[in-house]
């Protein structure tokens, strides 16, 4: 891969009226969701807020954690801020406020939403799009909005629901999604078996989880085996690689050149760097995860 190649480049997602990063500190940031505000918390905000506590104090919803024995729930304000619809460019999506601190969607990643749309709309026919770790299948709706077949995999049923709920709140249940419950690396193996192939492949492992019936996944030392895994299914013309890592023990340059195995020997261009939530209060900006996304030429 040559320097021209690749560019490292900051994603923020912004323009976005639905969602706003109001403020963070002390551990806590406080957000926007439609007409609903939340508080999470964040261990990345160590500086102090700057938006008064009242304005904190009116959040619909607190996600708390016990002290004792660092469990968390919802405390809710506004009954009706437990699940509601947002909307992003057109795609309705569910917030809901279940047992975790996740609301059923990853505002950071709406550039890479942009991004999959984009690219499988400039296809000439319609591609087959592998997500995995799909989450509530937002990139899964991009693609599908952009013409592409697409197949979700994850291991949560609780998110494929959401997925499908999304799909329908969408208008695009004529659009070509499987929702797949199950281990990521178990349906690998098997589509592989199956010879079957994908023109792009998104990923968005976490740092720890479990599978459909309670495999364990951990990035640091399952990521090779996700990446030959993902060679086994990627097309001989791929179109586009997305992949999203929670990391704390790689760059985004350090995972570039396993991306770049994983389509050698396509030529493309290589972006890669943090995905950034940046504050409205104070302009100051919280680093979610690392990505990489590889597009042929």
């Known amino acids: 891969m040559t320097k021209k190649n690749k560019k490292e480049i900051e994603l923020i997602a912004q323009n976005w009226e639905a969602y706003q990063l109001l403020d963070s500190g002390k551990g806590r940031k406080l957000e926007q969701f439609g007409d609903f505000c939340v508080i999470r918390d964040e261990p990345r905000a160590i500086w102090k807020p700057v938006r008064p506590n ?3 104090e009116k959040a619909d919803a607190e996600y708390q954690i016990d002290p004792k024995n660092k469990q968390g729930r919802w405390q809710l304000k506004n009954p009706a801020a437990k699940k509601f619809t947002i909307d992003y460019r ?17 505002p950071e990643n709406a550039s890479h939403w942009d991004f999959i749309e984009s690219v499988c709309a400039q296809q000439n026919h319609p591609i087959n799009v592998l997500n995995l770790f799909g989450y509530t299948g937002v990139a899964a709706l991009a693609a599908a909005r952009g013409g592409a077949n697409v197949t979700h995999v994850d291991s949560s049923k609780r998110a494929v629901r959401l997925g499908r709920e999304n799909q329908t ?36 492992p976490p740092k720890y989880g479990l599978g459909a019936n309670k495999e364990r996944w951990t990035f640091d030392s ?8 993902c060679a086994q299914v990627l097309s001989d013309r791929p179109v586009f690689v997305v992949l999203t890592a929670y990391t704390i023990n790689m760059t ?10 994983l389509v050698a020997p396509h030529m493309g261009k290589f972006e890669y760097g943090q995905l950034v939530a940046k504050e409205k209060s104070a302009g100051r900006k919280i680093e979610y995860s690392e990505y990489v996304r590889w597009q042929k030429k």
Do not use: T
């Open 54 to 56: 009242r304005e904190w």
């Open 90 to 106: 057109g795609l309705k999506l569910q917030i809901e406020l279940d047992q975790s601190k996740q609301v059923g969607i990853f």
């Open 169 to 204: 709140l969408s208008g695009l249940e004529d659009r070509s999604i499987r929702w797949i419950v199950d281990d990521v690396l178990k349906y690998l193996q098997r589509e592989a078996r199956r010879e079957v192939k994908y023109d792009a492949i998104i990923m968005d």
């Open 222 to 229: 399952m990521y090779p085996d996700l990446i030959e895994a």
């Open 252 to 261: 985004a340059e350090e995972l570039v050149p396993s991306i770049e195995k």
